[in-house]
């Protein structure tokens, strides 16, 4: 089975197709999208009645044998906190299709798998170094790149590391070949051979090319100097933790020293916590790993590394965390200017808190201090009512803290209670808050009636 998108179905054909929600829409309210309102033309992108028929004449054109359009007879909404159920009508296209060749509607039963999610079930996680470092930076960026598989477009330095490693090795070859390393002049030929940046705007490629020939410029007097032996660029490694199978390419170095971890790629990733991740996976063959001693980043100084059992446990234990968020679907973004400014997906992001593509607003900070990208957005304030019921949440004497920190605040419903901290509650209130104002934090009055008592804590020990 594969489930695509009206336009990545055009061109294709199956022997049955389902085609859901096929239902009389009325047009939604004007509200905020994911993507910036500034970057596009709003009124072309939601289109018209004839933008609507091209896109169902394509999904229903797309069937070789059976058709089937569904969706539901009633929906439930939620405005201003409450909801409301409306009756759902057939979408009006049907009649212009003209009946019969269709079969008559039909309400089948509806069935739940009654079953978690959970990601990963049956198999274990696909993890990099680079994923999961993306999901500590935030777990929203790396929903949108490995889960969602939003892609961010090629990097200005893509084919940096590739083309120095290229570069490199030829250096090293040369110098085995004639016992002494390359001139300056024939560093500059080598990288006229093999040096390529292909997206790389304006000047910038001139600037990367000259920085790249400085260091190895660098790496050929080491060679010379005899402080450092063979390069083994791009050495892959893999191991199983946690539910998942992390893997990674280290660059490493021969020295006078032992290995070190060597930065060719020049995207400024933590060399050290590399180096741990490659002595996670030393379970291998004996004298097939090196054990890194230190890293370097070419023309900086040499540092020593701690892959000592301590800072590997560390490490491990940080990787088999991460994992077992991912794995229960734990997405929460972290936003912060600096990051969010610096984002691949900072465009299409809700939970930034500037928008893209506008001049910057009178929250900018001085210059100098990095704060998003343009106008700052506003947060709106919890409303009066949910403050009041947080107060009466907050002085029920059945409100009780967890063991882990988070609150036991009782729900309206006799008996139960909602599990919340100071910014997550699973209750509905909660989720739909979000909704409503995508460029918010959300926010309930189980999650205010924890601020709330969480001050009180915080009182109590200053007083
Ligand atoms: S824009 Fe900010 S909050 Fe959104 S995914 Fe990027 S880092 Fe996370």
Sequence with gaps: MRVLTVWKAGGLEFPAVFVPSFVDRRRPPPRRCFVDDSLYDRDRYEGGDEDDRRAYYTAVTRSQKYLFLTGARRRTIVVRSKKSRIEMLPHPFIGEMGGSAFAGPAVPPRRESGLAPRAGRGGALSASFGSLGAYGRCPYEYKMRHVFGFSAGAPPASGYGASMRGVLGRIHSEYARKGAAPTDREIAGIFDDLFRLRFVPGGAGTAMRRRGEGLARIYAELLGGGSVGAL??????????????????????????????????????????????????????????????????????????????????????????????????????????????????????????????????????????RAGDGQRLKKPEPTPETIEKARRLADDPRTARNADGSYAVPSSSPGQAYTATASKCHCRGFLTYHKRRPWSEPTCSHVEAVKILEGRRAARGSG
């Design 232 to 369: 083994d660029a791009g050495r892959r490694f893999e191991f199983a933790l946690g539910g998942a199978l992390v893997t990674g390419s280290i660059d490493l170095l021969d020295a006078d020293g032992g290995t070190e971890a060597v930065d060719l790629a020049g995207d400024g990733a933590d060399l050290g916590e590399l180096a741990r991740f490659y002595a996670c996976a030393a379970g291998g063959p004996p004298g097939r790993r090196p054990a890194v001693a230190a890293v370097r980043r070419l023309g900086g100084k040499r540092r020593g590394v701690d892959v000592g059992g301590a800072a590997l446990e560390g490490t491990r234990r940080g990787i088999s965390e991460k994992v077992g968020r991912i794995l229960s679907l734990d997405f929460e973004a972290s936003p912060g200017d600096a990051k969010c400014g610096e984002c691949d997906f900072k465009a299409l992001c809700r939970h930034k808190g500037f928008e893209v593509g506008v001049g910057p607003g009178p929250g900018r900070p001085p210059t100098g201090q």
